[in-house]
């Protein structure tokens, strides 16, 4: 008798190869990895930073921004915001309310955002031209130079959006001239830069008063990276790299009070000239040599100083809030790659 056959075992099934998933795995692991590095960038996480702390900085600042703005384009003659600040504020706010402390402010948070993006972004790009060696310190005149090319850099790419905010700072104060010609429904951002396009000068008009704003901006940037940095360096305790929170702020004040101090009349220039051509200003200059001097003959030495009370009462929390806001947010962006790269 046959034996009966015993049924076929299946065949041994391979065994299970861990080749795809690692590959997944590396995958997965490889592309946040590459994510991360990229903002980890000295240069991208300062353009980061940097763009977060122009809006914190601008947005606590903004009644004494646009109070400032007042005050420098009044010429002689005009006297409705010639009073003290407590008053002037008082004033705004009668007349417009909260709205009239945030005029202009959301254009200027989407100019400023840019703005200190590129200049912060282009400050670490000019500074590997100077340093001795990858991550190397530079020294103060280094770091002014190094400012104040990116300075230039930012105002050039960011100006249209700063003259627009200025005719929007202005459009709704109550200046009686403007009263007058201004209709009742004025208008945005979009159609204050149609109309300067349309109606005086085209592309150039956007670049109306440029000139005296980078003279000023650049020596303002690279004084105000300069002084930081020094200033840093006296409010960090011994033994510490870094200096805590307030001494963050108050290096960020003192160098914004000395950049803003030195270089203001520059300032006052970049506004007479943005608004150089609306009627009812009570100016015309046809440059800057000519603005200087009718300036100084009708106003006095001061008149290129109007304003300058309110500006160096926003300067301190202005700067203070931005460097403080700028490197929290480039510390928490670079993580434990945070380099010292100011």
């Known amino acids: 008798m046959t034996a009966p056959r015993k049924p076929e075992e299946p065949a041994a099934m391979p065994a299970p190869t861990s080749q795809p998933p690692q590959v997944a795995t590396v995958a997965l692991v490889t592309e946040p990895s590459r994510f991360r590095e990229f903002f980890q960038q000295p240069v991208v996480a300062s353009f980061i ?16 921004e646009r109070l400032k703005i007042l005050f420098q384009v009044q010429s002689v003659g005009r006297n409705e915001y010639k009073m003290s600040v407590p008053k ?9 309310g909260w709205r009239g402390f945030m005029a ?45 090319l990116a300075g230039i850099t930012s105002v050039t790419f960011t100006y249209p959006l700063d003259i627009v905010r200025t005719r929007l700072s202005i459009q709704s104060a109550s200046f009686e001239s403007l009263k007058r010609e201004t209709s009742q429904k004025l208008p945005g951002m979009w159609g204050v830069l149609v109309s300067m396009y349309k109606n005086e000068g085209g592309f150039l008009a956007l670049y109306r008063g440029i000139v005296p704003t980078v003279a000023g901006v650049a020596p303002y940037v690279g004084l105000n990276f300069m002084v930081y940095e020094m200033a840093r360096t006296q409010f960090t305790q011994e033994g510490q790299k870094d200096p805590g929170a307030i001494g963050k702020l108050g290096a960020g004040a003192v ?18 000239f943005q608004v150089n051509t609306m009627s009812g200003m009570g100016y015309q200059y046809s440059g800057i040599t000519d603005a200087v001097v009718r300036i100084v003959k009708t106003e006095g030495v001061r008149g290129l100083y109007k304003g300058i009370v309110p500006n160096l009462l926003k300067v301190a929390p202005s700067m203070a809030s931005s460097w403080l806001s700028f490197e929290m947010t480039r510390d928490f962006v670079m993580g434990k790659n945070r380099e010292k790269f100011l």
């Open 49 to 64: 930073a940097g763009g977060v702390a122009g809006a914190v900085s601008r947005t606590v600042v903004s009644p004494l």
């Open 255 to 272: 160098s914004g009070a000395v950049a803003q101090t030195c270089t203001y009349p520059f300032d006052v220039l970049r506004r007479r």
């Open 88 to 96: 002037a504020l008082a004033k705004m706010w009668r007349d417009e």
């Open 104 to 148: 202009g402010n959301g254009t200027n948070c989407i100019r400023i955002v840019p703005y200190s993006a590129v200049q912060f972004g282009a400050y670490n790009v000019y500074k590997r031209f100077f340093e001795s060696e990858p991550g190397g310190p530079l020294g103060p005149y280094q770091r002014l130079v190094c400012g104040g």
